[in-house]
T-cell receptor
Framework: AQSVTQPDIHITVSEGASLELRCNYS??????LFWYVQSPGQGLQLLLK??????LVQGIKGFEAEFKRSQSSFNLRKPSVHWSDAAEYFC????????????FGAGTRLAVHP | GAVVSQHPSWVICKSGTSVKIECRSL??????MFWYRQFPKQSLMLMAT?????????EQGVEKDKFLINHASLTLSTLTVTSAHPEDSSFYIC??????????FGPGTRLTVT
């Protein structure tokens, strides 16, 4: 069955430090992958997406992600974290066919220390 | 562009009453809308897929008689929680799809049943 795994439930980094959030997927075909961010009590904002082409994808707010087919991974990175980046981050994959549903990972909660 | 709104943002109702949540795509037409439920500190769980002019498709385990979904136009879908009970208290998020794979999310509605 298709699934998305985010191994890290909670990550804490210092402001200005680099960040990498892990995401692994299980899907037989070419995946359509997304990273979303959710601030407390808010809906989801799309950070970036991968459909095809260049495996290094640039997103908003200085985030980037790299698709690695051999590792079934789509890790999110940011070179220097800001306090405002503290939020919940969700990796998701589209299950194509039918209504092309989004399947979400469990999420990673990011805390930023000053 | 691609803005999705939800109304209300927060609602409190008494046990046994029904409450309606609206989801609107403000600047695009959405043939498909999705309804998610999110418990505190958890991921989004897809409840149902709503297509304009047809019956909603519910995920396994979701009670279709309790969560009534109507997609009356290309810009409006509604979720009605009937005979609400405290266990229905949750954060409900809708999304609307403009393109084939990308969904845009509303800000969410927090439902509290007393």
């Amino acid at each position: 069955a298709q699934s998305v795994t985010q191994p890290d439930i909670h990550i804490t980094v210092s402001e200005g430090a680099s960040l990498e959030l892990r995401c692994n997927y299980s899907y037989g075909a070419t995946p359509y992958l997304f990273w979303y961010v959710q601030s407390p009590g808010q809906g989801l904002q799309l950070l970036l997406k991968y459909f095809s082409g260049d495996t290094l994808v640039q997103g908003i707010k200085g985030f980037e992600a790299e698709f690695k087919r051999s590792q079934s991974s789509f890790n999110l990175r940011k070179p220097s974290v800001h306090w405002s980046d503290a939020a919940e981050y969700f990796c998701a994959v589209v299950i194509s066919g039918g209504y092309n549903k989004l399947i979400f990972g469990a999420g990673t909660r990011l805390a930023v220390h000053p | 562009g691609a803005v999705v709104s939800q109304h209300p943002s927060w609602v409190i109702c008494k046990s046994g009453t029904s409450v309606k949540i609206e989801c609107r795509s403000l600047d695009f037409q959405a043939t498909t809308m999705f309804w998610y439920r999110q418990f505190p500190k958890q991921s989004l769980m897809l409840m149902a897929t709503s297509n304009e002019g047809s019956k909603a498709t519910y995920e396994q385990g979701v009670e279709k008689d309790k969560f009534l979904i109507n997609h009356a136009s290309l810009t409006l879908s509604t979720l009605t929680v009937t005979s609400a009970h405290p266990e229905d208290s949750s954060f409900y998020i809708c999304s609307a799809r403009e393109l084939l794979y990308e969904q845009y999310f509303g800000p969410g509605t927090r439902l509290t049943v007393t």
